[in-house]
């Protein structure tokens, strides 16, 4: 009986030694798979936390109007400027032990576990939120032990190296909400149409009820479902001290708004000019060693959308049922700032820009640079020239060019430059090249940021140089702003993911491209585009437009076999239209060539509606005189043909335009037209 208890105890003692030995043992595993995980988190280091984020576009008054993606849409937040709502109900739902655990809640592993064995398949989860970010960033979703064990070791790596604060942040800016929306603020913009900040309680719990089955609990795909969850998510909440009854059932009972078609109208606003916004913003990010793929910039632009809206509206109303495409550009005249644009008749047909990108020839709408510089040379707007059919010889006698009107008409008068400009006489372009030189039109569409070209051929004074409609317009404005340099943008600032300014646009140093004297003669010569009084053999080229305009204006139009453009200001804003084909199919009806005027006028209407008629200020050295249009002499009442011409002081006439001969005809006719009696007329003639 002894012998029997004495085995017994010994026996127990070798039992007990076992189990003090295994737990020595497993406390020694573990300790060493502890130590091995240290080790190996310290030498594979922290893991990278980038991830893709979209870059946001804004107008000039930091409205959004769109966003730029690849792959993922998503706008970094940081959990400071998250709704503390948002944060709660997504911690109350998917790991309320998150503050607590090292990165893995061990009861609900061990339930998963059993429910996994039980099933004989990987069927249910036991995920930390650390784990959900670890698969978010670094692997799929596939139900495996392998993806698993990854995840642990992810999620270790993350909890060693990151706070508990940066891992709720990058979770919240990587989950998926469906729809293509990554991360909170990307979600409430789309569901809400507001920031992530601005969340009611109501709005939060069931925005955080969404990750769990993007496609079943969206609001948007099936309201109830996404009820019933919010009402669930609001429940635990409410038990784990989160939020007090009240406003629980406050919650509740809140009428949810989904704003979700204010999303999308912002998909639809300027495509081409935030093609141009990105390639610009391309550019300067490089100039600065910053690579704009990293993507998180949000980026403000210049956009007027009240002037794009009259600009698409222009587009659409006057554009003719055909292939004929459009592009259009409207700067502000004192900043430069590109306030509109439209690159095409349909972005999703063709996201070819043909404001920026498509050179083409601009016709006559060049004379207004080629006059600049002829007025440097002493040419005032009373030059006057022989416009009769010429035949030019060039290349050193080696070729001849005739340059021929558009209406294969010539006047058998001479012609004031003023004239010339106003009905677009191509004889008169093609002398003053010949007079002053290719030089100095080389030089000044330098000057202006200009195409030009460095073979002496004539008909490089009607507009052969190719140039986009971009940078012609540019040009214009330059004239507009007194002949001072103004360089189109589309930017006014960058900032990065942090709330970082990268770039901040400053305005370029100030420089006259031309003297002021000269643009304010130069843009008092192109108002003449829609005045009657210069009508000779043909009319001046923007009389059509006249019984449309509220404002003053001063534009040229450009006319070749395959584009037509009309590029003009005012003292506050200009503006440019091109028409043609983008095969360069010649303009073979009379509506091709109309629609870019059309477009220009309703344009500029729409966009100075309301405004008062401005005045361009007229500088120093520079006097107004009436004088007799057909002469360029100063007018009395025997010239009948009178008008409001600027001239330089130096180039005032000083001489009238007639005096009196008693045996002279034409003297007793100019009398005899300026009087008001209309039955004496009848009887004189």
């Known amino acids: 009986m002894k012998r029997q208890q004495y085995k017994k105890q010994k026996n127990r003692k070798k039992f007990g030694k076992k189990i003090f030995l295994f737990t020595i043992g497993f406390i020694c595993a573990v300790a060493v798979a502890l130590l091995s995980l240290r080790i190996y988190a310290q030498v594979a280091g922290a893991p990278p936390l980038t991830v893709p984020k979209a870059s946001i576009f804004l107008d000039h008054q930091n409205n959004q109007i769109g966003d730029y993606y690849t792959g993922e849409r998503r706008y970094w937040t940081e959990l400071k400027d998250i709704s503390p709502y948002l944060i709660d109900a997504t911690v109350a739902v998917e790991d309320k032990d998150f503050y607590e655990h090292g990165g893995f809640d061990y009861s609900r592993i061990a339930g998963a576990v059993l429910a996994d064995i039980k099933a004989g398949s990987k069927v249910q989860g036991a ?133 979700n078609d204010q999303w999308l109208a912002t998909k639809s606003i300027a495509p081409y000019f935030l093609d141009v916004v990105w390639d610009e913003a391309t550019d300067i990010l490089a100039s600065k060693n910053l690579s704009i793929s990293e993507g998180g910039w949000t980026i ?111 006047a058998d008068h001479e ?59 540019n040009a214009y404005n330059i004239i507009a702003a007194g002949g001072e340099k103004r360089k189109a943008t589309t930017i006014l600032s960058i900032t990065d993911a942090k709330g970082n300014v990268v770039y901040e646009y400053k305005p370029p140093k100030k420089e006259q491209v031309i003297s002021k004297e000269d643009a304010f003669v130069l843009t008092q010569m192109m108002t003449g585009l829609f005045d009657p009084v210069f009508s000779d053999y043909s009319p001046a080229t923007g009389l059509s437009l006249r019984s449309r305009m509220s404002h003053t204006y001063a534009a040229k139009s450009g006319t070749t076999n395959s584009d037509q453009w009309m590029i ?62 057909h002469s360029g002499k100063l007018a009395n009442s025997s010239c009948p043909e009178q008008r409001v011409i600027y001239f330089k002081s130096e180039d005032v006439p000083t001489e009238p335009c007639s005096t009196f001969d008693f045996f002279d005809s034409d003297s007793w006719n100019n009398i005899i037209e300026s009087l008001p009696f209309e039955a004496f007329r009848s009887f004189w003639e």
């Open 300 to 410: 403000q632009t210049t956009l007027n959308q009240a002037h794009q809206r009259a600009a698409e509206n222009a587009v659409k109303n006057n554009m003719p049922n055909s292939e004929l495409q459009v592009g259009f550009v409207s700067m502000d005249v004192d900043t430069g700032y590109v306030t509109a644009l439209v690159g095409g008749r349909d972005y999703s047909t063709s996201s070819f820009n043909r404001v920026s990108l498509g050179n083409r020839q601009p016709g006559s709408a060049i004379k207004p640079i080629l006059y600049a510089a002829a007025l440097e040379k002493g040419y005032q707007p009373m030059s006057f020239l022989d416009v009769s059919k010429t035949t030019f010889t060039y290349d050193s006698g080696r070729a001849t060019y005739t340059p021929q009107n558009i209406n294969q008409e010539y």
């Open 568 to 629: 003009g200001f005012t003292p506050s804003l200009t503006a440019g239209v091109w028409n043609g084909y983008d095969q360069g199919k010649t303009l073979s009806v009379q509506v091709d060539m109309a629609a870019s005027k059309q477009v220009w006028i309703e344009f500029m209407e729409t966009a100075l509606n309301g405004k008062t008629k401005e005045n361009f200020e007229m500088p120093k050295g520079v006097e107004p005189v009436t004088v007799d249009i």
């Open 127 to 259: 995920s930390t939120l650390t784990q959900q970010y670890a698969r978010n960033l670094y692997l799929t979703h596939e139900k495996t032990w392998t993806r698993k064990l990854n995840e642990a070791l992810f999620a270790y790596r993350i909890e060693v190296f990151y706070s508990k604060d940066e891992i709720l942040e990058g979770y919240l800016n990587t989950v998926y909400y469906g729809h293509g929306m990554y991360g909170v603020e990307a979600a409430s913009r789309y569901f809400y149409g507001k920031s992530a900040k601005d969340l009611t309680l109501s709005e939060a719990s069931m925005l955080a009820g969404v990750p769990k089955g993007p496609s079943y609990y969206s609001p948007l795909n099936n309201l109830e479902k996404a009820t019933n969850r919010q009402q669930v998510i609001l429940r635990l909440m409410n038990d784990q001290g989160k939020i007090t009854e009240e406003e629980m059932t406050r919650a509740k009972s809140e009428q949810i708004v989904l704003k």
């Open 415 to 473: 012609l004031s430059m003023a004239q010339a400009l106003a009905i677009s006489d191509n004889v008169y372009a093609v002398k003053t090249l010949e007079d002053i030189g290719y030089r100095s039109f080389r030089d000044i569409q330098k000057r202006f940021g200009l195409n030009f070209s460095e073979k002496d051929n004539p008909s490089i004074a009607l507009g052969t140089t190719e140039n986009s409609l971009y940078d012609l317009t």
